[in-house]
């Protein structure tokens, strides 16, 4: 079973964001991942248990050994099978850093969320 990347189109930055994800891993050869919409296909929600809502805040990455990660774990987790930014993995590992960059995400997520939401983009 390949990756799966959960995200909301519906959000510009969120999708900005995706699409060069994916191209930057796409570049590097990187071709097993299942790009999955949830504006798109809101019912895919389910596949990570999680509310529509929440898939729509934080990006959800599900490996191949059907692990889930959410938010910044979610980042960190495409950036160690992107060649070049391996390294931006492992100083986001760090365990100082770690859960500052949790805090950040998730503020930064919900703030954007908020703003999407008051935009009606869904």
């Known amino acids: 079973m390949p990756t799966k990347v959960y995200y909301n189109s519906a959000c510009p930055v969120c999708n900005a964001g995706i699409k060069d994800q994916r191209q930057r891993m796409e570049k590097c050869g990187v071709s097993d991942i299942e790009w999955v919409d949830v504006h798109n296909n809101p019912t895919a929600a389910a596949e990570v248990n999680d509310s ?3 898939v729509r805040e934080r ?3 599900k490996n191949d050994n059907n692990e889930l990660n959410v938010g910044i774990d979610a980042f960190i987790a495409l950036w160690q099978q992107t060649p070049g930014q391996r ?3 492992q100083v986001f590992k760090l365990p100082i850093i770690r859960p500052l960059a949790r805090v950040a995400y998730n503020g930064f997520a919900r703030l954007l969320y908020l703003w999407n939401r008051a935009l009606k983009h869904w």
């Open 87 to 89: 390294w931006l993995a």
């Open 52 to 54: 529509l809502e929440q």
């Open 59 to 61: 990006l959800h990455v």
